[in-house]
C-alpha cells in the first residue's frame, strides 16, 4: 500500500483507549466510552474528543462497538524467523545451531525471501502492529525485500541487514568491509523511504558474532547518519562468558558496546537478563533503551529480566515479541508475558502498564514518543480498531480482556498515518498466531 496520507479529514467513531500523555513509565490511560477520532489530511490527529452530534463536519466512520487505541509497536521482532515459530531445539546458542542459522542461509534465494516477507508483514499488521523494529538477515537482497514488503503494506518500519563476521555458518558470514558497503547502500536506498516511515538499524546480531573491527565501523556508520542501533545483551549465561572470552578487552558486555561506540541514547538492547548494576548504571548514563522479550525468554529458557532494575534508573523499556522464539507476533501475547514474567519476581504489573508499555512506552523506547504511542491532537495517526464481545463494559473489563484474553477480542482495522493497512471482514475468524 502507499504510504500517502489520507486525502482529506476523515472521522471514526468509537470507544476510546489510550495512554494519556508522558505516561510511558506510568499505568495511566484515558477512556472514553463514546468518541470522535480526526485525522487531517497530512495523517495527524487533529482531535480525539468525547463525541457529540454535528461536531464533524464530513463523513464519519461509525466503528462501535470497536475500541480505538494506538496501533501495537513491536521493538524487536526477526523477518527471517517467521516460519520456525516453536521450533523447540534447545537454549539459545543451541537453538541457534539447529533452527535459527539454517533456515536464514534459506533467504540468500530472493524468491523466498520476498515469499516470506509477505506472510511477515501481513502477520503483523493482522496483529494491530503498526510499527515493528526488525532484524533481516545478513543478506542485502533479503533486506531489500523486507524493506519493499513493509512499503508495500503501509507500516511503519525501522530493519536492518543483520551484522556477522565471525562465530556463524559460512552461509551468514560476511566481512566486514563488504558488509558495511551494503549497510551503505542499503542506507542510501531506504532509509527515510515511504515518506519516512521506513528507517534503516545498524544491526550487530550480538557481539558474539561480530569482530571489534566490524562493530567499530558500524558504529561510525550509524553516527554518520543517525540510525539507531539494535542489537541483543545478556540473554543467557553462557551467551555473556563466550563474549567476554571472544571480547577479553571490555570489563562486561555492556562495555563491549561501549567502547566500540554502539552504546548510545539511540541504542536499543534486546532482553538485558543478566546485567550488572555496573551495567545498568552505564545504559542509563547512556541514555540507551532496553527491549523486554518475556514470552522468548520463557520459552529459551533464558531467565527472567527484572524491570524494577530498568525503572529504578529511568532506563526507558521497549517491548518486543521476539519472534521467532515468541510463540506469536500478536503483542497482546507479549504483554501477558509481562505479567507473568514479573510475577515470577514477586511484583504484580497493572494491565493498564502492560497495554502503555506496548505503545507509548515502547515508542519512547525506540525514539519515536513525540510522533506515536498515544491518540493525542498532533502525532501522526497510527491506531487499531478492537472489536470485544458487547457486554464487556468500561475500561477495566476492556484492559483485562486485551490483555489476558486476546481470543476474545479482534483487530478489526489497523491504520498508519490514517490510511488502512488492514482490514478483517466481519464474521471472519480472528487472525491467531502460532
Same mark, same amino acid.
Given at each position: ?62 466503528? %462501535? ?200 541514547? %539511540? ?168
Amino acid at each position: 500500500m502507499s504510504a500517502r496520507p489520507p486525502e482529506s479529514p476523515r472521522a471514526y467513531r468509537g470507544r476510546l483507549l489510550t495512554p494519556l500523555a508522558a505516561s510511558s513509565n506510568g499505568d495511566r490511560v484515558r477512556y472514553l466510552d463514546d468518541a470522535l477520532l480526526v485525522v487531517g489530511s497530512d495523517g495527524r490527529i487533529v482531535e480525539a474528543a468525547p463525541f457529540a452530534p454535528g461536531a464533524f463536519r464530513g463523513p464519519v466512520l461509525d466503528l %462501535r462497538p470497536s475500541v480505538l487505541m494506538p496501533g501495537f509497536i513491536d521493538a524487536h521482532v526477526h523477518f527471517p524467523q517467521t516460519r520456525i515459530i516453536g521450533s523447540a531445539s534447545g537454549s539459545l546458542l543451541d537453538w541457534l545451531e539447529r533452527s535459527v542459522f539454517p533456515e536464514e542461509a534459506r533467504f540468500r534465494d530472493d524468491g523466498y525471501a520476498a515469499l516470506v516477507a509477505g506472510e511477515f508483514t501481513a502477520r503483523l499488521a493482522a496483529s494491530g502492529t503498526t510499527t515493528c523494529v526488525v532484524f533481516s538477515s545478513s543478506c542485502a537482497g533479503a533486506t531489500d525485500q523486507l524493506f519493499d514488503a513493509l512499503l508495500r503494506a503501509g507500516l511503519r518500519g525501522i530493519a536492518g541487514l543483520t551484522l556477522m563476521d565471525q562465530n556463524c555458518p559460512e552461509a551468514l558470514c560476511v566481512p566486514r568491509d563488504d558488509a558495511i558497503a551494503m549497510a551503505r547502500d542499503l542506507v542510501q536506498r531506504w532509509h527515510g523511504a515511504g515518506g519516512g516511515l521506513l528507517e534503516f538499524a545498524i544491526t550487530p546480531r550480538f557481539a558474539l558474532s561480530c569482530s571489534r573491527g566490524l562493530m567499530e565501523a558500524a558504529a561510525l556508520l550509524a553516527h554518520d547518519h543517525d540510525l539507531l542501533v539494535q542489537t541483543h545483551v545478556a540473554e543467557t549465561p553462557a551467551e555473556g562468558e563466550a563474549t567476554l572470552r571472544e571480547h577479553p578487552w571490555a570489563r562486561d558486555y555492556i562495555d563491549v558496546y561501549d567502547r566500540v561506540g554502539l552504546l548510545t541514547g %539511540r541504542a536499543l538492547l534486546a532482553h538485558g537478563i543478566h546485567l550488572t548494576p555496573r551495567e545498568w548504571d552505564r545504559l542509563a548514563e547512556a541514555r540507551s533503551s532496553v527491549v523486554h522479550c518475556p514470552d522468548s525468554n520463557f520459552f529459551l529458557g533464558s531467565g527472567r529480566m527484572r524491570l524494577a532494575d530498568a525503572r529504578a534508573r529511568a532506563v526507558s523499556v521497549g517491548l518486543g515479541s521476539d519472534v521467532g522464539a515468541g510463540r506469536s507476533f500478536d503483542m497482546r501475547r507479549s504483554m501477558s508475558s509481562a505479567f507473568d514474567n514479573a510475577l515470577c519476581l514477586g511484583d504484580r504489573l497493572l494491565p493498564s502498564a502492560l497495554f502503555v508499555m506496548a505503545t507509548q512506552g515502547t515508542a519512547d523506547a525506540i525514539g519515536l514518543g513525540l510522533v506515536i504511542g498515544s491518540l493525542e491532537a498532533g502525532k501522526e495517526a497510527d491506531f487499531i480498531a478492537v472489536r470485544f464481545p458487547e457486554h464487556l463494559l468500561g475500561e477495566a473489563e476492556l484492559l483485562n480482556h486485551l490483555v489476558f484474553a486476546p481470543e476474545t477480542a479482534a483487530v478489526h482495522r489497523a491504520f498508519v498515518r490514517g490510511r488502512p493497512v488492514h482490514l478483517r471482514r466481519l464474521g471472519a475468524p480472528p487472525h491467531h498466531s502460532p
